[in-house]
Nanobody, 114 residues
Framework: VQLQASGGGLVQPGGSLRLSCAAH????????MRWYRQAPGKQREFVAH???????NYADSVKGRFAISRDNAKNTVDLQMNSLKSEDAGVYYC?????????WGQGTQVTVSS
């Protein structure tokens, strides 16, 4: 199983970024996918989840600003992040739970600064 996250970078407060995670090594279309993030000195926290049927849920802190989506033909899950705040900064990880084990990508850094 491989999860390869990309799309991070430096953005000003109020700006937007789109993260993408490419998944390999499992049946993508039948599994829910998640994004987490970790800020320096803090625990990793849940950001967003999308079920195999497209249903989504979000952390309260990002509702209305972030949108998770998936493309089962490309085996990718994206996270569109709008109206970014300084507290959104951190390393973003994509994640899949395959029944007995969690799998994590390598993470992509998001920096929100003017």
């Amino acid at each position: 199983v491989q999860l390869q996250a990309s799309g991070g970078g430096l953005v000003q407060p109020g700006g937007s970024l789109r993260l993408s995670c490419a998944a390999h090594g499992f049946t993508f279309s039948t599994n829910g996918m998640r994004w987490y993030r970790q800020a320096p000195g803090k625990q990793r926290e849940f950001v967003a989840h999308i079920n195999n049927d497209g249903r989504t849920n979000y952390a309260d802190s990002v509702k209305g600003r972030f949108a998770i989506s998936r493309d089962n033909a490309k085996n990718t899950v994206d996270l569109q992040m709008n109206s970014l705040k300084s507290e959104d900064a951190g390393v973003y990880y994509c994640n899949v739970w395959l029944g007995v084990k969690d799998y994590w990508g390598q993470g992509t850094q998001v920096t929100v600064s003017s």
